[in-house]
């Protein structure tokens, strides 16, 4: 792997933003995310390349630190922001078909749940794994699932909700999108879940964390 590449993939995984950002200590000063993805970008590298050596590579790695808890949700947030940062200097080339995506994946925090901090990491976290997501907020009701569906049909849907008083508009929203798109791929998760709900409410896969959710993402991929 080439320096800049190399460089790149540690800022994504540190959640180096940009030069002026202040953490990690051990890079202060030093050129971001931002400044590299670009620099990788002025040396020729394909926009391609760039994605799955060094952006999908750094959430892969801090995903891993946090799945296996040695990393939090403030490291993963900070890394996906480097991540972001490193994105928009990619999306034209999603655009003009330069860069391939995995396909789409529509998420969403369920009615009645204004929570967005685990849906927000897990968004990022898809994206930076080459997926073009589509985050629907919060409070999500099964018609504004289904209106988007309808538009991309062949999309992967996530649902979170973090309360266990509304866990139970998961099943609502599944019942929903399976009565029209029986084999839809759904995606559940959330601190209260589990597997056992997952399977109850007629889900796909249930992860308690993104690299989980990533993992089961390339498959359907494949």
């Known amino acids: 792997m080439c320096d800049t590449l190399e460089r790149l993939m540690n800022c994504i995984e540190s959640g180096k933003i940009n030069k002026l950002s202040p953490f990690p200590a051990s890079l202060k000063g030093q050129d971001g995310a931002d400044e590299l993805c670009k620099l990788a970008l002025d040396e020729g590298i394909n926009p391609q390349v760039i994605l799955n050596q060094a952006l999908i590579p750094g959430m892969s790695k801090i995903g891993e630190k946090f799945s296996q808890g040695k990393a939090f949700v403030p490291e993963m947030l900070i890394s996906a922001k480097a991540m972001t940062a490193a994105m928009k200097h990619l999306k034209p080339f999603f655009a003009t078909g330069e860069i391939k995506r995995n396909g789409v994946f529509v998420i969403g925090t369920v009615m009645g749940d204004l929570h ?107």
């Open 116 to 222: 967005d901090i685990g849906k927000n990491i897990v968004s990022m976290t898809i994206e930076g794994a080459g997926w073009e997501v589509i985050d629907l907020g919060v409070d999500v009701k099964p018609e504004k699932f289904m209106e988007v569906i309808d538009k991309y049909p062949d999309c992967v849907v996530g649902l979170s909700a973090l309360l266990t008083t509304t866990m139970a508009n998961m099943e609502v929203v599944v019942k929903e999108i399976k009565s029209k798109y029986a084999d839809k791929v759904i995606l559940v998760g959330s601190a209260p879940l589990s597997q056992d709900f997952c399977k109850k409410i007629g889900a796909s896969f249930y992860s308690p964390d993104p690299q989980g959710a990533v993992e089961y993402l390339k498959k359907v991929a494949a």
